[in-house]
């Protein structure tokens, strides 16, 4: 497997991890908008499933942008 692979392999992991622990901590969710009340709702183990949940997506998205930018350049 080529080394392209293998990091588009990765983070498509890290995406699917931040999905999965963000739907699993708002599971029991009664409702989603806004912000600030389903923040209220969430216990705090929640809560830091959710925002590590939030920060692997924003984490992969990134680094995929860092990376096609940089391939793009030389």
């Given at each position: 497997?080529?080394?392209?692979?293998?990091?588009?392999?990765?983070?498509?992991?890290?995406?699917?991890?931040?999905?999965?622990?963000?739907?699993?901590?708002?599971r029991d969710a009664k409702f989603?908008?806004?912000?600030?009340?389903?923040?209220?709702?969430?216990r705090n183990p929640n809560r830091?499933?959710?925002?590590?949940?939030?920060?692997?997506?924003?984490?992969?998205?990134?680094?995929?942008?860092?990376?096609?930018?940089?391939?793009t350049r030389g």
């Amino acid at each position: 497997m080529t080394p392209e692979k293998k990091r588009r392999i990765a983070m498509a992991g890290m995406f699917l991890s931040g999905v999965i622990g963000c739907l699993d901590a708002l599971r029991d969710a009664k409702f989603f908008w806004p912000p600030d009340a389903v923040w209220e709702e969430l216990r705090n183990p929640n809560r830091l499933k959710l925002g590590a949940g939030i920060a692997l997506i924003v984490v992969s998205f990134a680094t995929s942008l860092v990376h096609s930018r940089n391939a793009t350049r030389g």
